[in-house]
Structure formats: C-alpha cells, structure tokens
C-alpha cells in the first residue's frame, strides 16, 4: 500500500491504541519512582482513548475530520507530561496533513518532521531520553522513511528506529541509568507505532476494551524527580446571518474546549451540534450569541470516571479581579483549598493526572481577570502551561506548585484585590520559604545510588527530594528532622492526615513534635489524601 486512506490512518491509529494498552502495565512500572506514581502507561493510554472517542463520534470521516479528531481528542484527553508531548506530537503531525485525501509515503515521513518541532516547541525545556528523543530519531530519518516502497516497509522501519531510540534513552539520562530502565514515555511511543505496523500487515482486530496482559517489571532501581462529562447536549440553531468560517471554527474550538464527542457542522446557516459537557449551559449562551435556538435536548448521562472536575457554577454578577484554581487530591484537601479562596477545584494528583480539559473546564468556570493555576504536582504544571496558552479571554498564570504544602502557603498571602504582578512575587516567595515534609510507603523493592530500598518503607520527602527511608516510622521521621536542622525562628508546624495514616503514625508524630519541637505551634487538618499518610508544611 503506498497511499494512506482517511480509513486506513483511523484504524491505525486505533490499533496503535490497543498495543499500548496491551502493555500499560509495563509503561507504569517503567517510573523510576517506588512512590505510586507509575502512570505514565495510563497517561498516554487515557490521551489516546479520547482521540479515538472523537473518531468513533464522526459523522464523516474524511481525512480531514480523521486529522482534526486525532489532533483534538488527543489535546482533550492529554494526562500528565508525557500525554501533554504525545499530544502535541499528533497536533504537529495532522497539521501538517491538512488538505490531503490521502496521504503518500513522502508526507507521511516528513509529517514527522512537523510532529518533532511542535512536540519540543510545548517544553520550555526539552529533556533528551524521553519520548521527545524518539519522535526526534524519526525525524532525523526523514530521508530513509521517505524512501520506502509501501506503509508495510515504512512502518517496519519505524519500529525498528524507535526501537533503538527506547534502547538509547539512558544513555542520554542518569536517572534512566541509574535505574538500569528506559525511559516509560518512549517505551509507550514504541508500542503505538508498532501498533499501526500490525494494522497495516494484517492485524485488523482490534479491541478498546482489552485487558492489560503484560507483566509489570516487579523490581527496579529508581532514584527521585522532581465523569468527566455529565451531560449529553445536542443543539439545533438557526445563525442570524451568513455563517463565516472564522464564527465555525470559534464554536467549534469553544465546544473541544468545554467538553468532548463533539460533532458540530453548518448547512444552509443551520448549527447542529452535540457534545458531552458538564456546562450545558455555557453551550446555549455561547450558541444563542450566533442565532436563535430551534431545538434543545440535554441528557443526563451520570457518566462515571476516575478524573473529575468539581467547580463552583453560580453565575456571578461582576467579573471578578483575581481568581484561583488548584489541583486536590481528595475532598479535605478540597475543602481546606475552598476555605482560601480558592474558586474551582481540579480533582487529581499522584497516579490521577486530570486532563488539560479538566483543567480548562476548571479555568473558564472562574469569572475573573487574572486566573492563579496551582498543579500542586510536578506533572501536572506541563498541562496547566498549555491550557493557560490556550486562554485567550483571560490572563492565566500557572505557580509552579509542587505539592499541596506548598499550594497552602501561597494561598495564605492571597489578597483578592492585589495587582498580578504583585500576587505572583507573593506566591513564588511564600512557595520558597516554607519546610514541606511528605510521607509515603515504597510499592516495590527498589534502589537508589546503590543504596537498597524496600517495599513497605516509608519514604520521607524533604522539599520534594528524599531524605530518610526506614521500616520504623519514628526512625525515618527523625533522620529527616535532624537534616532540617536548626528551625528555632520557624513559628508553625501544619499536618494534613491522609486517609491511610494510622493512630499510631499519628501518635508517633505529634510525640516527636511535642517533645523537640515545642515551640511549634502545632495545626492538623483532615486532608483524607491518598498515597501520603502525612503532608507537613512548617512555616
């Protein structure tokens, strides 16, 4: 086959779907990480589920439609850093496709091209040995992959540079070596395009629902680093006048923006449109701005998923100067957050990623000026940065927060009113001199800098970095005390309980607390978070 049919690239696509999650589990336990953070299989495999769920919503699939809806399923359901890259690979690669019926062995190969430079073009600063140095290696062989007689051949050849790619990753980083792994996000990379090699020699089965059946890596070195939609909503709206291209795609990325199974065209200047939302009602006052309404069902489809977004709706009267939103791990954390200030609640965090589009729903929510993002997860800020350059009506600032501790000290010396400028030194300054301790239990043996860790340790975090780790709570709570060292002008100590902290660990810590540290002022709250039993701040 030497011509890619607007089929052809969907079901290679969807097949390159089904490879990766035959082997998400294996891409999971590729996070060189013992703390439950091995999701880096679900991330890209949740990026490209939704691409495929905006495939399976076409009305017409031309090339055309099967590009926009790779390209807008994939951005809509981006995870985490390495499903943010994976989706800005697949943006780069359709837009440089637009126009073509089909698509030649030559465009193919140089779409690559334009995949690579968008993909490093999202990272301020792009890190060799993960999946952006494979998509580079297919880049770099724009010239061999050109010269190959049919998509067979092409797509073999891909395999085996990506192969080589994944085999190259830790040479390229220490963390990967010292691991003795690849990196997880090329690995993932790998499994889709040997997905499409498959479609294309023969294996046309293909099955969304299947269960991850590879065996996960059960030991790895590792060392540190730093429902969703309720409502089925279908329009028919009559436009007040000729319809202009420009008023098409403005509706048609407002509907990709607040939600997802979107089908939306224009015939004879009537809109038709349908889309799964949790704002039914931001779609009709959007829609009735460009004609008058003809027909409204709205469905309540009680859809269940593992990410949400749980946002305050009520209409305000004025527009608002400041605004904030911030990423939760659980309901106390949420409620602690609302207490602050805080305006709408991102619900995710270790090992639950919320998507760019929860995030986005999260951010048009809030009626403000300057909206304040904080991911409170180190990879989670990659989503929140693309969503905040996808905002046009309003400024969106993203504070770099990387844990809840230090999301809580922010939100402290928060005054509604105050200039941006002003509020971003605060926050940034306030994130810079508080203590954050972090407690959680390594899930698998591991070893860092020849130093063996085991499964059920606690796994104590100093500012984000190991410090201690030991069977005996007390022991690795104190190791990590005497490396903070002298904290006689520090005034407060703050304790949010996760929801698998024990009477004991509790006893434990506030004896410590008690006896060295009495001059703290000591705060605990119930944040019910999972993972981390303890999440301490000390100011």
């Known amino acids: 086959m030497k011509k890619l049919t607007p089929e052809k690239l969907m079901f290679c696509f969807m097949k390159g779907t089904e490879n990766l999650l035959m082997h998400k589990d294996e891409i999971n336990a590729l996070n060189v990480f013992p703390v439950p953070d091995g999701d880096t299989g679900s991330n890209m495999s949740a990026t490209m589920l939704e691409g495929c769920k905006y495939l399976e919503s076409l009305e017409t699939k031309d090339m055309s439609s099967i590009l926009d809806a790779i390209k807008n399923g994939t951005l809509m359901g981006a995870r985490g850093n390495s499903g943010v890259i994976l989706s800005q690979i697949f943006r780069g690669f359709c837009d440089s496709l637009k126009g073509k019926k089909q698509i030649s062995i030559s465009e193919f190969s140089h779409a690559i091209k334009s995949a690579k430079e968008v993909a490093y073009g999202a990272v301020m600063k792009p890190v060799e040995g993960t999946i952006l140095t494979a998509v580079r290696y297919l880049a770099e062989n724009v010239e061999l992959l050109n010269s190959q007689p049919d998509y067979e051949s092409l797509f073999e050849k891909m395999v085996e540079i990506l192969k080589k790619a994944v085999h190259d990753t830790p040479t390229m980083l220490k963390k990967l070596r010292d691991a003795g792994v690849v990196d997880a996000g090329a690995k993932g990379f790998y499994y889709i395009i040997e997905g499409f090699y498959k479609y294309i020699k023969g294996d046309t089965t293909i099955d969304l629902d299947i269960k991850t059946t590879a065996k996960p890596v059960e030991e790895i070195q590792m060392i540190p680093e730093d429902l969703t939609y309720q409502y089925c909503t279908e329009l028919v709206v009559k436009s007040y006048g000729e319809v202009e291209n420009n008023t098409v795609e403005e509706i048609r990325d407002f509907l990709h923006r607040i939600g997802n199974s979107v089908v939306f065209f224009v015939q004879d200047n009537i809109f038709k449109l349908h889309v799964h939302t949790n704002n039914p009602g931001n779609v009709i006052e959007k829609l009735i701005t460009f004609g008058e309404l003809v027909k409204v069902k709205i ?20 527009k608002k100067k400041n605004g904030l939103v911030a990423v939760s791990p659980s309901e106390g954390i949420s409620k602690i957050f609302t207490d602050f200030g805080v305006d709408s609640i991102v619900i995710g965090g270790q090992t639950m990623n919320p998507s760019t589009a929860d995030i986005k729903i999260a951010v048009e929510a809030v009626n403000a000026e300057n909206i304040y993002v904080f991911p409170n997860n180190s990879n989670i800020i990659l989503a929140a940065q693309q969503v905040a350059k996808s905002i046009e009506d309003k400024n969106v600032h993203v504070i ?77 709570l104190l190791k990590t005390f005497e490396k903070i060292g002298d904290i006689s002008e520090r005034e407060i100590i703050t304790v949010f309980v996760g929801k698998d902290a024990t009477p004991i660990e ?21 944040g019910g978070q999972p993972h981390y039993p303890f999440l301490i701040m000390i100011e």
Request: aromatic share 6%; proline share 2%.
């Open 299 to 318: 469905d309540n489809m009680k859809l269940q998923h593992e990410h949400f977004v749980s946002t305050d709706l009520k209409e305000e009267l004025q």
């Open 400 to 476: 770099p927060t990387k844990n809840v501790q230090q999301c809580v000290a922010a939100l402290i010396r928060y005054i509604p009113e105050e200039d941006s400028d002003i509020l971003i030194k605060t926050f940034e300054e306030a994130i810079k001199e508080i203590i954050t301790i972090s407690i959680t239990r390594a899930v698998r043996d591991a070893k860092l800098n020849g130093e063996k860790i085991k499964k059920n340790e606690y796994l104590v975090f100093l500012d984000n970095k190991l410090s201690s780790h030991n069977l005996d709570f007390k022991a690795a």
């Open 506 to 526: 509790n006893n434990i810590l506030r004896k410590i607390i008690d006896e060295q540290y009495n001059h703290l002022e000591l705060e605990t709250y119930e």
